[in-house]
């Protein structure tokens, strides 16, 4: 990577016709400010501190990201309210967030999009990448991989546009659009 960034030249040109810059973005049927969206943290105190709780964060990174334009992923962990707090503040809001849920078995995955549905949450994701978090099975809760079946079930369960975040090769970019997924995040 050093080696490729130092490849790239920066050509300053201050002669041009300005135009105004449109960063905006439409997804979900929405229009963002930004195609830039913050990234799921859950379980807060666990991974980052007592600086704040679950839900000072999730309230403020939810608020904080619609006052900019744009939307927050949110979190989810061991605990229901490491998910159904931030649910709950996106469901205050209008739907503006997108809840992701970690790849537990498919029968709390399903009940996790119901409650998304309910809220009126304007996308809902998976982070596959999680599968391989130990910590979560030492806590009681494992996560497990998804096959292409797994994920072409959950996606077809709901109507909301469904992300999955952790890919990590092209052939996973080519599963997730074969599993029906609306977008992904690349790990």
């Given at each position: 990577?050093?080696?490729?960034?130092?490849?790239?030249?920066?050509?300053?040109?201050?002669?041009?016709?300005?135009?105004?810059?449109?960063?905006?973005?439409?997804?979900?049927?929405?229009?963002?400010?930004?195609?830039?969206?913050?990234?799921?943290?859950?379980?807060?105190?666990?991974?980052?501190?007592?600086?704040?709780?679950?839900?000072?964060?999730?309230?403020?990174?939810?608020?904080?990201?619609?006052?900019?334009?744009?939307?927050?992923?949110?979190?989810?962990?061991?605990?229901?309210?490491?998910?159904?707090d931030p649910l709950n503040i996106?469901?205050?809001?209008?739907?503006?967030?997108?809840?992701?849920?970690?790849?537990?078995?498919?029968?709390?995955?399903?009940?996790?999009?119901?409650?998304?549905?309910?809220?009126?949450?304007?996308?809902?994701?998976?982070?596959?990448?999680?599968?391989?978090?130990?910590?979560?099975?030492?806590?009681?809760?494992?996560?497990?991989?998804?096959?292409?079946?797994?994920?072409?079930?959950?996606?077809?369960?709901?109507?909301?546009?469904?992300?999955?975040?952790?890919?990590?090769?092209?052939?996973?970019?080519?599963?997730?659009?074969?599993?029906?997924?609306?977008?992904?995040?690349?790990?």
């Amino acid at each position: 990577n050093y080696q490729s960034l130092r490849q790239i030249k920066i050509n300053m040109d201050t002669l041009y016709q300005p135009n105004k810059v449109d960063t905006s973005v439409e997804l979900f049927g929405k229009t963002f400010k930004y195609p830039v969206f913050a990234a799921p943290i859950g379980d807060v105190i666990t991974n980052y501190g007592d600086a704040l709780t679950e839900t000072q964060y999730q309230e403020a990174i939810v608020k904080g990201c619609i006052k900019a334009g744009t939307a927050a992923f949110t979190g989810d962990g061991v605990k229901d309210n490491i998910y159904g707090d931030p649910l709950n503040i996106i469901g205050d809001n209008n739907g503006y967030g997108i809840p992701t849920i970690k790849p537990w078995k498919k029968e709390e995955i399903l009940k996790k999009v119901r409650l998304a549905e309910e809220k009126g949450a304007v996308a809902v994701a998976m982070d596959i990448d999680a599968a391989g978090l130990a910590l979560l099975a030492m806590l009681g809760k494992p996560v497990e991989p998804k096959s292409l079946t797994d994920l072409k079930e959950i996606i077809g369960s709901t109507s909301l546009p469904f992300i999955i975040k952790g890919i990590m090769t092209v052939d996973g970019a080519l599963k997730a659009l074969e599993a029906g997924a609306y977008g992904i995040v690349v790990s």
